[in-house]
Nanobody
Framework: QVQLVESGGGLVQAGGSLRLSCAAS????????MGWFRQAPGKEREFVAR????????GYADSVKGRFTISSDIAKNTVYLQMNSLKVDDTAVYYC???????????????WGQGTQVTVSS
C-alpha cells in the first residue's frame, strides 16, 4: 500500500508560481513512479508530469513543458511540482499518483492522493 497526501494548492494570479508537494508513505513507495495529474471541471483527468524517485527520469505534458518542474526528495519522502508562469487554463484539481510503470495514462496509476485545488485568476 502507498499513501499519498498533496498540499500547496491555492489561488494565484496569471503569471505567478506555486509549488505543490506530495508526501508518500508505505513500505514500498520508493519502488513506484510518481506522477502529477490534473482535472478541470467537465474535463478528463490529464497527465502533467512524472518522475522516478532517483530523479533520473522525468516526463512532461507538452502543455506544461518549460513552465513546470517535477522533482523528488526521497529523504523527505516527497515529490514536488514547481509551477511557474501559470495560466488560467492551468486551473484544476491536481492529483499526485503512484504507478509501477513509466506511464502517462491515469489507469496506469494505482494509488492516488485526495487532490489539491489550483486556481489561476486573470
Amino acid at each position: 500500500q502507498v499513501q499519498l497526501v498533496e498540499s500547496g494548492g491555492g489561488l494565484v494570479q496569471a503569471g505567478g508560481s506555486l509549488r505543490l508537494s506530495c508526501a508518500a508513505s508505505g513500505r514500498t513507495f520508493s519502488r513506484y513512479v510518481m506522477g502529477w495529474f490534473r482535472q478541470a471541471p467537465g474535463k478528463e483527468r490529464e497527465f502533467v508530469a512524472r518522475i522516478t524517485w532517483s530523479g533520473s527520469s522525468t516526463g512532461y505534458a507538452d502543455s506544461v513543458k518549460g513552465r513546470f518542474t517535477i522533482s523528488s526528495d526521497i529523504a523527505k519522502n516527497t515529490v514536488y511540482l514547481q509551477m511557474n508562469s501559470l495560466k488560467v487554463d492551468d486551473t484544476a484539481v491536481y492529483y499526485c499518483a503512484a504507478a509501477q510503470v513509466m506511464g502517462v495514462k491515469a489507469p496506469e496509476y494505482g494509488y492516488w492522493g485526495q487532490g489539491t485545488q489550483v486556481t489561476v485568476s486573470s
